[in-house]
C-alpha cells in the first residue's frame, strides 16, 4: 500500500506547496483521493500514470480540495482516454463540472459517472474483490466525507515445501488458499494448517480531511493500519481550529491513539507555520507513530 | 507599458509549462488577460502583487483560459481582498464561478462585478481618463473576444528651459499642457509649441488568443504598438490549425503585417512542438519585429 502526497498544505497554492490532493495505490488499484488547483502538474512530477486513475474520492467542495478537478477531466479528454471514470463527491460536483464542460462546447470521449454523495452516515462506495471503499462522515462547515479504503481478507499463503511431500495437482491449491483440507486417495485427512500459512493482514488507509475532532469516526477507522488526519493548527492556535472546525496535532494524535491505528500521517497545515515539525511534535507527546505528509513524499507501508 | 508571460502554451499545463495567462502593466493599470490553472502561483513566481489587480479579462470559455479563475477570487478572498475586482468574460461565466462559491459555503468580502460579453461587435469594455480597452472580436470554436487596450492621447511635455526665462507661475502648467498658448501681461501671445514638445505617442495592446486567421479585426488592431496573436501551429500542421480554429505563425505574421502593427508576440503554441523558435523563423519570413512570449518573460515596450 502506496500513499503518495500531491498537496498537503491548507488553503491556496503557492510557489512551493499545494493544496490537498493524494494517490492511494492499493491492491493494484490508483485511487485520486481530493484534487486541488495543480493536481495535475503534480501527478506529472510524481510519475503517475494518468491512465491509472479511474476513480477520484473528493471529501468536500472546498476549492482547496476540488479546483483542479475540472481541468484533470479536461485533460483526460484531450489526451483521448477511454476507460470510464468515476468521481465520488457531495451533491453539486456534478452540477459544477459539467456546466464548465458545456460552456466550453466539450464532452468527454470516455464515460464519465457521478457518484453524489448526501448521507450522514457511512456508506459502501466501492467494493470488488479485493478492495472496499467506504465512506468517514467528518465534521466541517460544509458536508464532508472521509474515505476508508480496506483490503479483503487476503487468501492463506501456500506452504510449497509441504506441498510438495505430497505431489499434488496445482488445480488443488486454490481451495487450500481458501482453507480447504487435503483428502488422500487413502481417504486420510491433511489439515489446512499443515499446507499454508496465514494470509497477510489485510490493509487499510484512513483519509480524514477536513475535520474538527469528533469521535464519531472511531468505529469506522478503529484499527486502521494508516490514518491520515488533517492538523491544520497546533494547539497555540486551537482558538482558530474551533472557530473554523479544524483540528490541531495533539487533536489528530488523540483520535490516532483512541481508534488504536497503527500510523498517523499529518498534513493540510496552515500556511501561517514555516516549520511543520512542529506538529510532529506536538502529536508525538500523545501518539509514536506520526509521519509528516509533504508535497510529493511518497510513503509505502508493507 | 509592459507585458508578463505568465503562461503560453495551448491546451494543459505540465511541469514546465502552463496555458495561457498574462499582466499587462498600462498607465498604472495592472491588467490581467486569461487566467488558466495555475494562475495564481504564476502570479507569485512573477512577483505581481495580487492587490493591484481589480480587473480580469477573459477572452473565452476554454479551461486553458478560465480555470485559474475561481482559485484566484477564492484566494482574493482568503487574502481579505477589499477592492471591488471586475471580470469582463463570455456570458456564462458568472454561473460557474457563483456555482462555485455557493457550493464552498463562502462568499467574498469584496464587490465582485461580472460584465458579461455576447456582442460580436467591438465593444468598449473599460475607460478612464488614462486607458480605454475594447473587445476585438475572434473566430474560434466557442464565442471569443480578444482584447485592445489603449493609452489614451498623453500630454503635451513642458519645455521646462523656455519656460524658465518667462519666470512664470507653475499654476498655467497644466493649461500649457493641454496646447493652450501664453499670454503676457503686455498682451502678448507666446504660441504653445515655443513652451512645449510633442507628447509621447500614446501606445497600444492588441491581444488575440484564440482565433482562426481572420481580416475582420485588421480595423481594429490597426497600427498598434503591440500585437500578441495566437500561433498555435507551424504552416506544416495547417490541416489541423484549420480543423481548430486556431493559426498558425505565418498567419500570425499575415496579421501583423497588414495591420500594420509594430511588433508580433506569438505565443499559444502547441505542446507538440520541442522548440519554439521554429515559430519565430516561420513568421519572420513575413514580419521583422517578432518576439516569443514564453512562460515568466516580461516585455517591456517604451
Known amino acids: 500500500m502506496k500513499i503518495t502526497i500531491l498537496g498537503c498544505y491548507a488553503a491556496t497554492p503557492r510557489t512551493f506547496s499545494n493544496p490537498t490532493s493524494q494517490v492511494l495505490e492499493i491492491k493494484n488499484h490508483t485511487f485520486l483521493i481530493d484534487c486541488a488547483e495543480g493536481t495535475q502538474v503534480q501527478l506529472r512530477k ?13 471529501s468536500h467542495l472546498h476549492g482547496d480540495h476540488f479546483y483542479g478537478l475540472i481541468g484533470l477531466i479536461s ?12 468521481v465520488y463527491g457531495p ?8 456546466l464548465q464542460l458545456r460552456a466550453s462546447g466539450s464532452y468527454t470521449g470516455y464515460n464519465l459517472y457521478f457518484h453524489e454523495l448526501v448521507s450522514k452516515e457511512s456508506e459502501l462506495l ?11 462522515p467528518l465534521q466541517h462547515r460544509v458536508y464532508t466525507n472521509g474515505f476508508l479504503f480496506l483490503e479483503k481478507n487476503t487468501e492463506r499463503r501456500l506452504n510449497f515445501e509441504a506441498l510438495a511431500s505430497y505431489n499434488i495437482d496445482k488445480l488443488y491449491f486454490n481451495k487450500f488458499k481458501q482453507g480447504g483440507d487435503m483428502v ?22 484512513a483519509y480524514c480531511s477536513d475535520t474538527m475532532y469528533t469521535e464519531s469516526i472511531l468505529p469506522i ?10 492538523s491544520t493548527f497546533l494547539e497555540s492556535e486551537s482558538h482558530l481550529s474551533d472557530k473554523t472546525m479544524h483540528s490541531t496535532a495533539k487533536q489528530a494524535a488523540l483520535i490516532a491513539k483512541k481508534a488504536q491505528v497503527q500510523h498517523l500521517i499529518l498534513g493540510h497545515y496552515s500556511t501561517r507555520y514555516n516549520n511543520i515539525e512542529m506538529f510532529k511534535e506536538e502529536a508525538n507527546t500523545i501518539f509514536h507513530s506520526v509521519h509528516l505528509a509533504d508535497d510529493g513524499k511518497e510513503m509505502e507501508f508493507i
Open 46 to 58: 510524481s510519475k503517475v500514470k494518468f491512465s491509472k486513475i479511474n476513480h477520484v474520492f473528493i
Open 221 to 230: 477507522i478503529e484499527k486502521a493500519t494508516v490514518l491520515y488526519h488533517e
Open 91 to 98: 451533491k453539486g460536483i456534478k452540477e459544477i463540472i459539467l
Open 184 to 205: 488422500l486417495e487413502n481417504g486420510v485427512i491433511i489439515p489446512n494448517a499443515q499446507l499454508t500459512f496465514n494470509p497477510i493482514a489485510p490493509k487499510s488507509y
Open 75 to 86: 485533460t483526460f479528454m484531450l489526451l483521448n482516454r477511454e476507460n470510464d471514470l468515476h
Open 126 to 136: 466501492f467494493e470488488d474483490e479485493k478492495v472496499i471503499v467506504k465512506t468517514i
